[in-house]
DNA sequence: CCATTAATTTCAT
DNA sequence: ATGAAATTAATGG
């Protein structure tokens, strides 16, 4: 099935809209839970991650998003706050385009609003699946359905060969376990024959 | 090199 | 089986 990339707008477009690209040192938060949403965010450069913070302050990451992603458009249907934090992963470029600006593009040019229905749901989709498996009290579930999701973003589907650009302590915070674990599981996982594992690198 | 960050192992529960 | 702490490995300057 082919991925939906949420929601990559032609630069141009957003700039000829009164777009700013801003600069994001690593770690710097974008928006923090609780803000108003006043923007549309699409990532140039670089890396951003959502977040929360549990009651013992352990980190739950929504989502990792990359290049000519966008992200926290949803809160701009809505009178909702954020609740969830946004924070550049590394030093990134993104582009913002202040909200009424945002539904002036998008009324004048409708298409995009049918591209917006499509990601959302793409989002609601892959969001539900993720619920299910981090239902799950297997670990070894919670990172099948992880890796589900992260591959269905890759275009072509290649046996074991997609690499997941991700940390065993960021894999550990997008599932609710504990960085032993998925360091555990993952080896059961080679064993089995479910992954490739080649120097620190996850293949899928 | 040293400092920082990530991966893995050890050890107790 | 799980997690905190210690150890080892890698990465970046």
Redesign the pocket.
């Given at each position: 099935m082919k991925t939906i990339s949420c929601m990559n707008i032609d630069e141009n477009l957003l700039y000829s809209f009164g777009a700013e690209g801003r600069d994001y040192k690593?770690?710097e938060p974008v928006f923090k839970e609780g803000d108003h949403a006043l923007y549309y965010f699409q990532i140039n450069e670089g890396r951003v991650k959502l977040n929360n913070y549990n009651e013992?302050g352990k980190e739950f990451i929504h989502n990792i998003l990359g290049k000519k992603q966008s992200f926290g458009e949803a809160m701009l249907f809505l009178s909702h706050n954020y609740p969830i934090n946004a924070v550049s992963l590394e030093d990134s470029r993104i582009i913002r385009l202040p909200k009424n600006n945002f539904f002036e593009m998008i009324s004048q040019h409708p298409h995009l609003s049918l591209e917006m229905n499509a990601c959302l749901s793409q989002e609601i989709y892959y969001k539900l699946k993720m619920v299910q498996s981090l239902a799950s009290?297997?670990?070894m579930q919670r990172l099948i359905g992880l890796l589900d999701y992260l591959k269905s973003y890759h275009d072509e589907d290649c046996h074991h060969c997609f690499h997941i650009a991700?940390?065993?302590?960021?894999?550990a915070n997008l599932t609710g376990?504990?960085?032993?674990?998925?360091?555990?599981?993952?080896?059961k996982m080679e064993k089995e024959g479910s992954i490739t594992?080649q120097?620190?690198k996850i293949l899928y």
């Open positions: 690593k770690r013992d009290q297997n670990p991700f940390t065993r302590q960021q894999i376990l504990r960085v032993e674990t998925v360091i555990r599981t993952l080896k594992l120097d620190q």
